[in-house]
């Protein structure tokens, strides 16, 4: 553990900050000069403090002064896994908690490791948040806790019965877990629903490549594959799927993305998710849910036409509506329904999230549209990080 500089009443105990999201958090709480208590874990042979060390370079924040301190949790453990005296002492000081740390898998085959994370884990972070009077627990939850029932989401507990995944599913069990105790332990608390983030709208960096990025990602590497099989095939397999290049260079690629119905893309930046989030903290109002979302947002036809000119590629069609000829795949068309498929639901979503308490926390302040620049600098980034696969910060 290093030294202390800023007082404990400006200071926050941080969870997840080893992930996307709550890594900007840390780095803007920094950024303020506010100390931050980091509770995680080990991973791949790195200690907590090694993986946070690497996030701090690649943020370029230096000269932390004593900001920082690291303790090793386990939130399955009895005192978070933390010796008596050490939990007594953290207890003491009466932090403001942002748990952030959760599984975002939507696979259900993780179902029990996604319980376990998201669900199990709140018992022993929710008796230390009760313990130690917090200033307020923050729950990182998202905005599709609201499940699928209704169109309109209020920002306040849903109690929906029909979830898209898993992943859903548990943050709604979540959520009436942390306002059910919060309010019989009368601990102040928030809880704040991201929508969907991407990467920083001016930078275009990020430190993960999914949601939005799996399906463009998907479309530069089906688009290699017949590139390839042009250069190298006498364009073979390209010409049985009436693929083939334009005369002006762009690859024609015929791929109908099939869609039950009309709908958008909720998404947002992740320096307007800081940005949002940091103004929630500065004067949090307490037992009020937040919906960090977008106003505007996005329609598949447009993200399309972003990719098209992005990839340098013609032919990708949005289809509405299921039709006989959604049986009849080309096998590119097979292949992009493939890797999508866990992010399908997300792409024509027809929900509506109210964001009152967000605006009054924000005076108001709405994320950017995603413009063709923002879109190209994010993917461009993606490239230049193949997708997270060279200089994953995240992972060891
Ligand atoms: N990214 C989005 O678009 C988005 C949108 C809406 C809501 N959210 C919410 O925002 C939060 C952060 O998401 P993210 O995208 O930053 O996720 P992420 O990059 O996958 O990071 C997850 C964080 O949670 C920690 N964690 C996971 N399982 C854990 C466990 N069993 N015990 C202790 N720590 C555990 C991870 O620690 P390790 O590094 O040690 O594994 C990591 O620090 C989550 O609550 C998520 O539900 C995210």
């Known amino acids: 553990m290093t030294g202390t500089k800023t007082a404990d009443d400006e200071k926050h105990l941080l969870t997840g ?30 200690s907590l403090k090694e993986r946070i060390g690497r996030l701090l370079t690649w943020f370029g924040i230096e000269h932390l ?3 920082l301190e690291f303790y090793e949790t386990d ?3 009895r005192r978070l896994g933390l010796g008596e005296d050490e939990y007594e002492t953290l207890c003491g000081r009466g932090l403001s908690i942002i748990h952030c740390a959760s599984d975002t898998s939507f696979a259900e085959k993780n179902r029990a490791r996604v319980m376990k994370s998201n669900v199990e884990s709140l018992t022993e972070i929710l008796n230390f948040a009760h313990k130690s009077r917090t200033r307020c627990f923050h729950f990182m939850s998202t905005a599709y806790a609201a499940g699928i029932d209704s169109i309109e989401c209020p920002e306040a507990l849903v109690n ?18 942390v306002y059910g105790r919060c309010r019989e332990g009368e601990i102040p608390y928030t809880i704040l629903r991201p929508s969907i983030v991407y990467g920083n709208s001016v930078t ?5 490549f999914n949601a939005l990025y799996y399906p463009i990602r998907s479309l530069q590497l089906i688009r290699d594959i017949y590139l390839d099989d042009i250069k190298n095939n006498y364009g073979r397999k390209s010409a049985e799927c009436g693929i083939y290049m334009n005369e002006d260079g762009a690859l ?33 109002e307490t037992e009020t849910f937040y919906h960090i979302t977008g106003n505007n947002p ?7 036409s972003y990719t098209e000119r992005f990839l340098n590629i013609h032919g990708i069609e949005v289809v509405i509506g299921t039709s006989s000829a959604e049986e009849m795949r080309n096998p590119p068309e097979e292949l992009f329904d493939h890797f999508i498929k866990a992010f399908r639901p997300y792409i024509s979503d027809k929900r509506v999230f109210m964001r009152e308490n967000t605006d009054r926390a924000t005076s108001g302040a709405l994320p950017p549209d ?27």
């Not at 929906?160 to 877990?177: D, L, M, P, R």
């Open 65 to 67: 002064e004593g900001l």
């Open 17 to 46: 900050a080893t992930g996307f999201l709550g890594s900007h958090i840390m780095a803007g709480l920094l950024s303020q000069g506010k100390g931050v208590v980091i509770a995680g874990r080990s991973s791949g042979g790195e």
């Open 252 to 284: 024609h690629l015929p791929i109908r993305i099939f869609m039950p119905h009309d709908g958008t893309i909720n998404l947002i930046p992740v320096d307007y998710f800081t940005e949002t989030i940091l103004s929630i903290l500065e004067k949090p």
């Open 75 to 77: 939130f399955l453990k």
């Open 370 to 396: 995603l413009s063709y620049e923002i879109f190209q600098r994010c993917m461009a980034f993606a490239v230049s990080a193949d997708w997270g696969k060279r200089f994953n910060v995240l992972r060891p």
């Open 298 to 304: 996005e329609r598949m036809a447009r993200l399309v």
């Open 204 to 208: 275009g960096r990020s430190l993960r």
């Open 160 to 177: 929906s019965a029909h979830f898209t995944n898993v992943y859903e599913e548990s943050k709604a069990h979540a959520e009436n877990i």
